[in-house]
């Protein structure tokens, strides 16, 4: 079984900074892409930032400047470094990761959330 767990939500005041986290675990052969989204609610999930296994970035235009995401392949953890941080930031950040298990099977995981909350 695999696994994605996220943390370093919580309470931040506008233009403060935080860091999340998320770790796969499990059967893992190989992990390739890893993204974080995020959800507000009333709307859906959307990308924040995308990381390939080589290294390749993409950031949505509304964190672009704010937000650097990065991996350490060797513990299978990607972050996500959220600086100057805004209410609209305010949502429930999902970690995603594209897979190869040990049994070649290649699936999307996604973790369980960790809340960001921007406010005064």
């Known amino acids: 079984q695999v696994k994605l767990v996220e943390s370093g939500g919580g309470l931040v005041q506008p233009g403060g900074s935080l860091r999340l986290s998320c770790t796969a675990s499990?059967?893992?052969?190989?992990?390739?892409?890893m993204c974080w989204y995020h959800q507000a609610p009333g709307k859906e999930r959307e990308l924040v930032a995308a990381?390939?296994?080589?290294?390749?970035?993409n950031y949505a235009d509304s964190v672009k400047g704010r937000f650097t995401i990065s991996r350490d392949n060797a513990k299978n953890t990607v972050y996500l470094q959220m600086n100057s941080l805004e209410p609209e930031d305010t949502a429930v950040y999902y970690c995603?990761?594209?897979?190869?298990?040990?049994?070649?099977?290649?699936?999307?995981?996604w973790g369980q959330g960790t809340q960001v909350t921007v406010s005064q």
């Open positions: 995603n990761a594209d897979i190869w298990t040990s049994s070649m099977r290649r699936s999307d995981y």
């Open positions: 499990g059967n893992i052969f190989r992990v390739n892409a």
């Open positions: 990381i390939t296994s080589g290294d390749s970035i």
